[in-house]
């Protein structure tokens, strides 16, 4: 029965080929039709060989047969897409009719050895191990959506649990980690009230005092990520006084609420992750392969994109049009780059109908395009403004650094600069941190209230107390950081995640080169970033960086040769080789190239 069943499919796909061929020569070019010819010819050898056998074997050619379930497949010839798509197709076809060869090959194997229910289970063509296939898939994915689903529960971790995670990545500073653990929880707890309890109670804004290099702006930035929240991170000495030429303290906000924007559409699209995964996998198959009628080949294909085989193939599919949007911002009207206007759908955008033209990509990033613009089925510009506003007014996080350097010091030169660059700028920085309402191009009114400011500095020529009495009371958590010690460096090098000294190592395995740090190597490198901030100046664990690249700079360039070469090495860095390279510092010489 296989061999009949073979048979039938090389005979009809004999005369498809055929068909398409004789389709395609009266609208493509002679070298498609004719390849197209060649590629039956082929089949027909296939065909031949296969004929020969069964008849061979004593069988009579068999008859069509409603029992063999061979469903038509589409015409090749489509006007709708470009001659290379047709080609690829053609390719596709094939090697999926190979596929059967060999299913069908396997089948005969296994009925010669008596296995007859075996061969009574493959009679679809398809081979066992489909569906071990698939299920090890759904079992990433589940993996995946587990993992998605811890990091959007951050929002509920105690100060505790935050503060452990802290520790991941930030040595020390337990008092820093503490502040910001508890005003993290206390938006949850404001959550958890009445309406009139919950418009009383405010941030508790934060003043980080400490040198260069403590662990303030990392404290932040991490708290951040860790509760997937909005985050903008700012420098006090880029912004000067409003009428003055310079950036305005306003677009803080705006800055804060575009990564609301993309938040909120990251969550959505995890929200509608499976949808969005069926919706834009049905659109790639369809460009790649046409109509297919067959649930088999449909179901080879899907696995086949699933597992990336196709990622490098390439698809025609409808994108919207961009010069829309590019029209709309030479107009001069500042918007939020992650924010896509749509023409209709809400009505809001004012560009008219979209337009839409058929481009061609790779499906790898066809899938991206794909999943944007179906997305927006879900999420008109007016929800995600709306949420993207009332996300960033709850949950925003803006951290000001250099706090310090607006502060107005008794060191500081020229009264016009002073008014304009740093009491005018903190004056311009109140109202946003005791609370107003900020217009926002494209988002509309957001209010400042319950945004969480962090403010740092290193205060090393002036004091806290030389900021502005008004400026002062609106942060009233402080918090000093300490200067980094000997153990503290050390701890930065081997206890935390995704540390200096792994980062070379998995740098190094791209060159196919393998790096190992001796414990002594680590420990002397963190003594000698400490008598350089000693000797120098202190600029805290930044100086690790410095004296790592110093030590790796000779096999940072020799490693791209070995890997030209085909070749591997192993590098071990100890101590001797970490004094040889940086030794002058020890020996109180030349600093100047260690200093950033």
């Given at each position: 029965m296989n061999r009949i069943a073979r048979f039938s499919f090389h005979k009809f796909v004999r005369t498809r080929l055929?068909?398409?061929?004789?389709?395609?020569?009266?609208?493509?070019?002679?070298?498609?039709?004719?390849?197209?010819?060649?590629?039956?010819?082929?089949?027909?050898?296939?065909?031949?060989?296969?004929?020969?056998?069964?008849?061979?074997?004593?069988?009579?050619?068999?008859?069509n047969d409603d029992s063999i379930h061979l469903q038509e497949h589409e015409n090749y010839s489509d006007c709708n897409v470009s001659d290379d798509i047709l080609q690829q197709r053609l390719k596709l076809r094939q090697q999926y009719a190979a596929y059967i060869v060999m299913a069908t090959d396997k089948d005969d194997s296994n009925s010669g050895n008596g296995n007859d229910n075996d061969n009574n289970d493959s009679s679809n063509a398809?081979?066992?191990s489909d569906d071990k296939q698939d299920a090890g898939h759904d079992d990433d994915d589940h993996?995946?959506?587990?993992?998605?689903?811890?990091?959007?529960?951050?929002?509920?971790?105690?100060?505790?649990?935050?503060?452990?995670?802290?520790?991941?990545?930030?040595?020390?500073?337990?008092?820093?980690?503490?502040?910001?653990?508890?005003?993290w929880r206390a938006r949850w707890r404001r959550r958890q009230l009445n309406d009139d309890y919950r418009r009383e109670v405010t941030p508790k804004n934060i003043l980080m005092i400490g040198p260069t290099g403590c662990g303030k702006t990392e404290v932040a930035r991490r708290l951040a990520r860790l509760a997937y929240s909005p985050f903008v991170k700012v420098e006090a000495t880029k912004f000067t006084e409003v009428g003055y030429v310079g950036k305005d303290v306003n677009t803080i906000i705006e800055d804060l609420v575009a990564?609301?924007?993309?938040?909120?559409?990251?969550?959505?699209?995890?929200?509608?992750?499976?949808?969005?995964?069926?919706?834009?996998?049905?659109?790639?198959?369809?460009?790649?392969?046409?109509?297919?009628?067959?649930?088999?080949e449909l179901k080879y294909w899907k696995r086949k994109l699933r597992d990336g085989t196709l990622d490098e193939m390439n698809v025609e599919i409808d994108v919207i049009r961009e010069h829309d949007l590019s029209s709309f911002l030479r107009g001069g009207l500042r918007t939020n780059p992650y924010l896509v206007f749509a023409g209709g759908g809400d009505g809001q955008s004012g560009f008219g109908q979209q337009k839409t033209e058929k481009k061609q990509y790779p499906i790898k990033r066809a899938k991206e395009i794909l999943i944007e613009q179906e997305l927006k089925k879900y999420l008109s510009d007016g929800d995600l403004a709306n949420q993207a506003v009332e996300l960033a007014e709850n949950d925003g996080i803006v951290f000001i650094d250099e706090v310090d350097k607006i502060c107005g010091a008794r060191?500081?030169?020229?009264?016009?600069?002073?008014?304009?660059?740093?009491?005018?700028?903190?004056?311009d920085l109140l109202p946003l941190i005791e609370g107003t309402s900020v217009t926002v191009q494209n988002y509309g009114k957001l209010n400042t209230d319950h945004i969480?400011?962090?403010?740092?500095?290193?205060?090393?020529?002036?004091?806290?107390?030389?900021?502005?009495?008004?400026?002062?009371?609106?942060?009233?958590?402080?918090?000093?950081?300490?200067?980094?010690?000997?153990d503290d460096m050390f701890k930065i090098l081997s206890v935390t995640q995704y540390n200096l000294v792994n980062q070379q190592i998995e740098m190094l395995k791209t060159e196919n080169c393998e790096l190992v740090f001796t414990e002594e190597?680590?420990?002397?490198?963190?003594?000698?970033?400490?008598?350089?901030?000693?000797?120098?100046?202190?600029?805290?664990?930044?100086?690790?960086?410095t004296v790592i690249e110093r030590i790796m700079q000779d096999i940072n360039v020799e490693a791209s040769d070995i890997k030209k070469a085909g070749l591997t090495k192993t590098y071990t860095i100890d101590k001797k080789f970490v004094y040889d390279n940086v030794g002058e510092i020890l020996k109180g010489e030349d600093y100047d190239k260690f200093i950033l």
């Open positions: 055929t068909k398409s061929s004789q389709s395609l020569s009266r609208q493509f070019v002679s070298p498609f039709s004719t390849t197209l010819s060649s590629n039956v010819a082929n089949l027909d050898s296939i065909q031949n060989i296969d004929n020969a056998s069964i008849l061979t074997a004593g069988d009579s050619p068999p008859h398809n081979p066992p993996d995946l959506e587990d993992e998605d689903e811890e990091r959007f529960d951050a929002y509920n971790m105690t100060p505790t649990e935050i503060i452990e995670e802290l520790d991941k990545f930030v040595i020390g500073q337990s008092d820093a980690k503490k502040a910001v653990a508890v005003s990564h609301a924007a993309t938040l909120v559409k990251k969550r959505k699209r995890y929200e509608l992750r499976k949808e969005l995964k069926n919706s834009v996998n049905e659109i790639i198959l369809h460009a790649l392969m046409g109509k297919l009628s067959n649930e088999q060191n500081s030169f020229g009264g016009g600069e002073r008014r304009v660059s740093q009491e005018g700028v903190q004056r969480l400011f962090i403010c740092a500095g290193a205060f090393h020529d002036s004091k806290p107390s030389d900021l502005m009495p008004e400026f002062q009371g609106r942060l009233p958590v402080r918090v000093e950081l300490k200067p980094l010690t000997r190597a680590v420990h002397e490198i963190a003594e000698t970033a400490v008598q350089c901030n000693e000797n120098v100046e202190n600029i805290g664990a930044r100086r690790l960086v």
